[in-house]
C-alpha cells in the first residue's frame, strides 16, 4: 500500500561522507560490547536496517525517529539516511558481489554480518568511500552489534570488496547474470519480475528502449516536492530554494532546505506531496467546472494527501468530500491531513466495498485511488521491492475490482470516476479498467491524459494510444502514477 506522506529519498553529499567517515563507531572502544554506544551514522543506519529486516518495518517512517532521537549533526544525518537508502536500495546487487567475494551464497550468512557487509559494499561500491576507513569503520560496526567470531569473515570479505573498482565488480556482475531480463535485474538491483512487468508496460507505449532509465531512475533519491494547497494563506507563493515542477501547477520542488520547517510552518496548508499525486487528485477536481453543492468521494482515503487536494479545491467550488479509510489508524492520518480544510472533509472508516450501504444518495465525483503494489513508487520506498511477490498482483487486481464495482454503484448519472494506482503494472492498471467498462454499458472513458494536459504547466511527456494517464519517474519525475476516467451516463 502506497502513502503519499512519506517524503522518503536520501540526501546525497561527498562533503558528509568524507566528515562522518571518521564519526561514531571509532569514539568508542570497539571491543567492549557492554559500554553503552554513542549515536554514529552507520550504528543509527545498522539499527534502521536491522528494524526493516526483523520487524517488516518501513525505512521512510523508522528512520526519522532514529535520527530525532539520535543528537546527531546535520551532516551525520544525511550520511546516515544515505547509507540506510542507498544500501536498501541496491540490496540485490551488492548481494551479488558479496557473493562472489564471499564464497557462499548470502543464505548461508550471519544476518547480522550480511546486514553490515551489504552498508560496508554501499559505502566501497556506491559512495566511493576510501578502501581503508570504510574497511575499518565496518569492521568496528561489527565489533559492536555483531558475532566476535564473524569480525574476521567480515573484514576478509570487505577487503576482497575494496580490491577491485566499482566498475570491476560491474563487469563481473554483468558476466555472471544469464538472460537479458537477468542482467538488468542484477545490475539495478531490481527483482526479475518486477523488471519483467516494467518492460510489459513500456512495451505497450512503444518505448521498451526506456527500461534502463526506468530502472536507473528507481535508485535515484527523489528530490522533495511540497503542494501548495490552493486557497491557502500563501499558495501562491514558492518557498526560498524552490521552483514549480513540470507536472502540478501546485508544486514546489525544493532544492535543498528542510521541508519540516516549512510544512510546520504552513499549518497544512503547504506539505510533501509527489507531483504526479497532485495531478491525480487535480484532475479530479478540475475535470470540468465544479457545480456548487456537488459531493465527491475518496474512496480509499489513507494517509489524505490526495483528500487534501481534494478538499482544498472543493473548498473553493462550493463542493463538500467524504473521506473513507478501511484502516481507522489510517483514517486519522486522513483526519490530520486534512487539518486545513476540515470544514469541506468528512472523515469515515469503513470498508469501501459497502460504501453505497452508508451514502445511498451516490456522488457527483469519486476518486478511487486503489490498494496496489505501489511499484511505481520504489525510489520512495527503498524495501518495497525486496518485499513485493508476484502473487500479491492476483489478490490486489481482484480487491482492485471490488471497490471499481462498489465505485461505479456509487456514482450519479453523469457522475466521473477516477481510477489510480501508484504502480503501472498492467494487470493493476489498464486490466481492470477494461474488465468495469467491458461489464458496465453505461461507463464510457474519456481521455485523462488530454485532461492533464490541460493542468499541467508544462507540456507533459506521455506517449502510446490509450485514453489513460501513465507517468514514469524517468520521464516525469514522478511517481509512476497511473490515472483512467469513466463517465456514467445520464443527466
Ligand atoms: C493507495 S492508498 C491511498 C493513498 C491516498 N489516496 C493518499 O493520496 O494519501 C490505498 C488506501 O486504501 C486503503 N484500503 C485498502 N482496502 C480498502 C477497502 N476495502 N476500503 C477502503 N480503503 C481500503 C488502504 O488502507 C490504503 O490506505
Sequence with gaps: MSTERDGGGGAHGSSHRRNSSRGGATRQNPRDRN??????????????????????????????????????????????????YGTLRMQGYYDQIIQIAAGRSVDNIDPVALVILRLGAHQLLGMRIPSHAAVFETVSLQKIVGRESAVGFVNGVLRALGRRSPEEWLAEVRESAGSEDAVLAAVYSHPEWIVRAFRASLRVEGRAGELEQLLAADNEAPR???????????????????????????????????????????????RVQDQGSQLAALIVSRVRPIKEGEVWLDLCAGPGGKSAVLGAEARLGGARVVANEVVPSRADLVWRSVAAVRDTVEVVSGDGRDITEAYPEGFDRILLDAPCTGLGALRRRPEARWRKQPGDVPELTRLQEELMEAAIAALRPGGILAYVTCSPHRAETRMVVSTALRKHSDLREISAR????????????????????????????????FVALLVRDGV
Design 224 to 270: 522533495v516536492t511540497l503542494a501548495r494547497l490552493p486557497g491557502g494563506p500563501h499558495s501562491e507563493e514558492l518557498p526560498d530554494r524552490a521552483y514549480e515542477g513540470d507536472v502540478s501547477p501546485l508544486s514546489a520542488v525544493l532544492d535543498g532546505g528542510d521541508p519540516g520547517e516549512i510544512t510546520a510552518r504552513s499549518n497544512g496548508w503547504i
Design 35 to 84: 559500554a553503552p554506544q554513542a549515536a554514529s551514522p552507520r550504528l543509527v543506519a545498522y539499527q534502521v536496517l536491522a528494524e526493516v529486516r526483523d520487524a517488516d518495518a518501513y525505512a521512510n517512517l523508522v528512520l526519522p525517529h532514529r535520527l530525532r532521537d539520535s543528537g546527531l549533526s546535520a551532516a551525520d544525518r544525511a550520511l546516515t539516511t544515505e547509507l540506510v
Design 450 to 481: 488530454e485532461v492533464a494536459s490541460q493542468i499541467a504547466p508544462h507540456p507533459l511527456q506521455t506517449a502510446g494510444d490509450d485514453l489513460s494517464l501513465q507517468l514514469w519517474p524517468h520521464r516525469n519525475e514522478t511517481d509512476a502514477m
